[in-house]
């Protein structure tokens, strides 16, 4: 069975007369941390739809979403583009409103913000994976989550965060919504920044 091809990306200069609606994102906000496009930045931008993001924020799509825009879903409209210096004239905010546990299904496969009580906190032995979860289920890995895979932990080890410290907390994340064939829907969060504690 063949591979799943991936698009290829191609380094561009931004330019006011490119015919595409990703020629000027500064001031644009990366839907998947919430954070500001700056200029004279490299970032991925998808062409379909003209969302723009870090770099980083790409790494983490190509690695949890099939290399997918999360907001059009597209694969193969995507190019690497070096920001100009001209702020956008109406700067789109791609973070979206904070959703509800019953809406989280019609946003799969997008970044989304999602508000809740950790209720409890368990490691798998057998990969390291946190799952930091918001809803009761008899299986530790079920339920709706807040999921930090072994290999992102050291991002949180460096900020000085323990995962289980989000126990009993009310948070704010942001992350890409998943629905795991196995354990259910997930938000899996890019960064220890995309996550708020809201009320201790």
Same mark, same amino acid.
């Given at each position: 069975?063949?591979?799943?091809?991936?698009?290829?990306?191609?380094?561009?200069?931004?330019?006011?007369?490119?015919?595409?609606?990703?020629?000027?994102?500064?001031?644009?906000?990366?839907? #998947?941390?919430?954070? &500001?496009?700056?200029? /004279?930045?490299? $970032?991925?931008?998808?062409?379909?739809?003209? !969302? %723009?993001? *870090?770099?980083?924020?790409?790494?983490?799509?190509?690695?949890?979403?099939?290399?997918?825009?999360?907001?059009?879903?597209?694969?193969?409209?995507?190019?690497?583009?070096?920001?100009?210096?001209?702020?956008?004239?109406?700067?789109?905010?791609?973070?979206?409103?904070?959703?509800?546990?019953?809406?989280?299904?019609?946003? #799969?496969?997008?970044? &989304?913000?999602?508000? /809740?009580?950790? $209720?409890?906190?368990?490691?798998?032995?057998? !990969? %390291?994976? *946190?799952?930091?979860?918001?809803?009761?289920?008899?299986?530790?890995?079920?339920?709706?989550?807040?999921?930090?895979?072994?290999?992102?932990?050291?991002?949180?080890?460096?900020?000085?965060?323990?995962?289980?410290?989000?126990?009993?907390?009310?948070?704010?994340?942001?992350?890409?919504?998943?629905?795991?064939?196995?354990?259910?829907?997930?938000?899996?969060?890019?960064?220890?920044?995309? $996550?708020?504690?809201?009320?201790?």
């Amino acid at each position: 069975m063949p591979g799943k091809r991936r698009a290829a990306i191609q380094w561009e200069e931004a330019s006011p007369s490119a015919p595409s609606p990703a020629t000027n994102l500064v001031g644009c906000f990366d839907p #998947l941390d919430g954070t &500001v496009l700056e200029a /004279g930045e490299r $970032i991925v931008a998808c062409l379909a739809c003209g !969302t %723009g993001y *870090h770099k980083t924020s790409w790494e983490f799509l190509a690695a949890h979403n099939a290399g997918a825009c999360c907001n059009c879903r597209h694969t193969s409209e995507l190019t690497y583009i070096v920001l100009g210096q001209e702020a956008a004239s109406a700067p789109v905010d791609a973070r979206g409103g904070v959703l509800k546990l019953e809406d989280l299904r019609n946003h #799969l496969n997008k970044a &989304v913000v999602f508000e /809740g009580r950790v $209720i409890s906190h368990h490691v798998s032995r057998a !990969t %390291g994976t *946190h799952f930091i979860k918001f809803h009761q289920d008899s299986n530790p890995f079920k339920g709706f989550k807040l999921v930090v895979f072994a290999s992102e932990v050291v991002r949180w080890e460096q900020q000085g965060i323990d995962p289980a410290a989000y126990v009993g907390q009310t948070l704010q994340v942001r992350g890409l919504l998943k629905d795991h064939p196995r354990y259910g829907l997930e938000i899996l969060p890019k960064s220890p920044a995309s $996550i708020r504690v809201v009320q201790t």
